[in-house]
């Protein structure tokens, strides 16, 4: 007779291989950003994101929430997918709660802890018409830009954070 747990199945790896290699990035983060744009006027917020992965599938999902540094109050939330490619290309689509969506191309630099996006489509939008967002991870901190043009302005940083890992 066998003892129990014997025949254990095999577990799977930790991450899937095409994930592997922005691991440095999964995990839950929560710190503090500031925002601007020559539209509207400066301001400060929390941030919430979460880069999850199941092992058998080649892809992240993101989950991303904000909230009015003073207050606590509920700002801006979206959410995607962000699906690296062996090339070291990632491929990216975000819906955000004011109903824009966006999907993005880029590359990533596992080495250097880098991943670097820029909008191919801003749909349901009729003001922006670009988005680039920059990451990187360092000393144990994920910091990032995103940078953004209208109609009547052109590309400039909008907002930048920095996070830790909880």
């Given at each position: 007779?066998?003892?129990?747990?014997?025949?254990t199945?095999p577990?799977?790896?930790?991450?899937?291989?095409?994930?592997?290699?922005?691991a440095?990035?999964?995990?839950?983060?929560r710190g503090?950003?500031?925002?601007?744009?020559?539209t509207?006027?400066?301001?400060r917020?929390?941030?919430?994101?979460?880069?999850?992965?199941?092992?058998?599938?080649?892809?992240?999902?993101?989950?991303q929430?904000?909230w009015k540094?003073?207050?606590?109050?509920?700002?801006?939330?979206?959410?995607?997918?962000?699906?690296?490619?062996?090339?070291?290309?990632?491929?990216?689509?975000?819906?955000?709660?004011?109903?824009?969506?966006?999907?993005?191309?880029?590359?990533?630099?596992?080495e250097?802890?880098?991943?670097?996006?820029?909008?191919?489509?801003?749909?349901?939008?009729s003001?922006?018409?670009?988005?680039?967002r920059?990451?990187?991870?360092a000393?144990g901190e994920?910091?990032?830009?995103?940078?953004?043009?209208?109609?009547?302005?052109s590309?400039?940083?909008?907002?930048k954070?920095?996070?830790?890992?909880i």
């Open positions: 007779m066998e003892a129990a747990g014997a025949a199945p577990q799977p790896p930790a991450t899937h291989p095409v994930v592997a290699p922005l440095f990035l999964l995990g839950k983060w503090e950003g500031e925002g601007s744009f020559p509207i006027s400066s301001f917020y929390g941030e919430e994101l979460l880069f999850s992965h199941h092992p058998s599938k080649p892809v992240i999902s993101y989950t929430k904000t540094a003073a207050s606590g109050e509920p700002m801006h939330a979206e959410s995607g997918y962000w699906r690296p490619r062996p090339d070291g290309t990632l491929e990216v689509v975000i819906s955000q709660s004011t109903g824009l969506a966006e999907v993005q191309k880029g590359s990533y630099d596992a250097k802890k880098t991943v670097t996006l820029q909008s191919e489509l801003v749909g349901n939008a003001k922006v018409k670009q988005i680039t920059a990451f990187q991870v000393d994920l910091s990032y830009v995103v940078q953004m043009a209208t109609i009547t302005t590309l400039q940083p909008h907002l954070a920095l996070l830790k890992k």
